[in-house]
């Protein structure tokens, strides 16, 4: 008999695994997933190898080929990131209406005493608390269709973390805006989110510039060694 509740973990593992190679760019854009590899890997059938790709397939993390079979799909292509920080955006400021007309004065006291445990010393246990500190406020959201929806988009999230630089005053930013949601103000929260967005758009121009830089002088280099 088949155990489905190992199965659905077994699954959760291997698609954990390989999102996270991914986004860390440890898998290359265009390499193949293969799925008997990926099953000998894991000790585990080709079952729950192929259900964790297909699972990937919709997160768009992965792409099936003719003739190639699931490959890693281009998760930072500059149009996908530029439609997904525009989503991201959105979803940020209604965020913020909705905790602060639903959120108890409890909860939000709550998460700024997380949040306040922050350092630099240990960023795997940063990490942890900012995951938990989201996933407090997003509950105190009491919107389920949301939550559904940042669930959905908390993997997109993944990948723009990898795809911009952070800044370098994070924790300010993060205490002013939590600040913000304690007092309830609206405007100033959504100033802070759009003062990050500004960054991070300025970040991608001068990224983008880099790139063009780096390609021209690339292009330079070849054309002098073609003339010698």
Do not use: C, Y
Not at 26 to 51: C, K, N, Q
Not at 107 to 132: F, M, Q, V, W, Y
Not at 201 to 207: N, S
Request: glycine fraction near 8%.
């Amino acid at each position: 008999m088949t155990d489905f509740h190992a199965a659905g973990d077994h699954t959760r593992r291997i698609a954990d695994a390989l999102r996270g190679r991914i986004v860390r760019g440890e898998i290359a854009d265009g390499a193949r997933l293969v799925e008997a590899d990926i099953a000998a890997e894991f000790g585990v059938s080709r079952t729950p190898a192929r259900v964790a790709l297909d699972l990937l397939e919709r997160e768009g993390f992965v792409e099936h080929r003719r003739n190639r079979g699931a490959v890693v799909k281009s998760t930072h292509h500059p149009r996908e990131i530029a439609d997904a920080r525009e989503v991201q955006g959105a979803f940020a400021v209604l965020f913020v209406k909705l905790v602060v007309a639903h959120a108890t004065d409890e909860e939000l006291r709550d998460g700024k005493a997380r949040l306040a445990e922050l350092s630099d010393e240990d960023p795997a246990a940063a990490e942890e608390i900012l995951a938990d500190v989201q996933q407090r406020l997003i509950a105190a959201t009491r919107n389920r269709v949301f939550q559904q929806a940042m669930a959905r988009f908390e993997i997109r999230q993944r990948v723009l973390a990898a795809a911009i630089e952070p800044r370098t005053d994070a924790r300010r930013w993060l205490h002013a805006l939590m600040d913000a949601l304690v007092a309830r103000d609206v405007e100033a929260a959504v100033s802070l989110l759009e003062e990050e967005e500004s960054r991070i758009q300025r970040v991608g121009v001068d990224r983008a510039l880099r790139g063009l830089e780096e390609a021209e002088s690339a292009a330079s280099g070849v054309d002098g060694g073609g003339r010698g």
